[in-house]
C-alpha cells in the first residue's frame, strides 16, 4: 500500500522560504503524478502544485495553481522516492497543512490538480507569521 510522508513544514517569517519533502513507501514513485494539497483551518484542502511522472512523455511537466505560480517549485527524485515544494516569498494566506498524494491524470499521462486514489497522509504544518 502506497503511503506518503510528508516533512519539512515550520514556523516562518513572512518572505522567508521553506522546502517540503513527500516521501513515498510501499512503492516506487515513478509512475505517478503527485500533487501538493493545502487546507487551512476551517477550509476544504485546496491544490497547490502536481509533477507528471517522467514516464510516457510526460517529462515531469508541472502545474502550478494561481496562488503559488512564481513563489513555488515542484520537483521530483525518483531515485530517492521523494518529491519536493520549494516555497518562497511566503505570507500569512501560505499557513496550512501540506500533504502530497497522487493525482489523476489526463489521457496523455500529464498531472492534473485533483486527488486520486488513496487517502491524505498526516501532512506537515507550515505557519507563516511574524
Known amino acids: 500500500q502506497l503511503r506518503f510522508v510528508e516533512s519539512g513544514g515550520g514556523l516562518v517569517q513572512p518572505g522567508g522560504s521553506l522546502r517540503l519533502s513527500c516521501n513515498l513507501s510501499?512503492?516506487?514513485?515513478?509512475?505517478?503524478?503527485i500533487g501538493w494539497f493545502r487546507q487551512a483551518p476551517g477550509k476544504e484542502h485546496e491544490a497547490v502544485s502536481c509533477?507528471?511522472?517522467?514516464?510516457?512523455?510526460?517529462?515531469?511537466?508541472?502545474d502550478y495553481a494561481e496562488s503559488a505560480k512564481g513563489r513555488f517549485t515542484v520537483s521530483r527524485d525518483d531515485a530517492k522516492n521523494t518529491v519536493y515544494l520549494q516555497m518562497n516569498s511566503l505570507n500569512p494566506e501560505d499557513t496550512a497543512v501540506y500533504y502530497c498524494?497522487?493525482?489523476?491524470?489526463?489521457?496523455?499521462?500529464?498531472?492534473?490538480?485533483?486527488?486520486?486514489?488513496?487517502?491524505w497522509g498526516q501532512g506537515t504544518q507550515v505557519t507563516v507569521s511574524s
Open positions: 498524494v497522487v493525482t489523476i491524470t489526463t489521457v496523455r499521462n500529464m498531472c492534473v490538480m485533483k486527488k486520486g486514489g488513496g487517502s
Open positions: 510501499g512503492g516506487t514513485l515513478d509512475p505517478y503524478a
Open positions: 509533477i507528471s511522472s517522467n514516464i510516457g512523455g510526460s517529462s515531469g511537466r508541472a
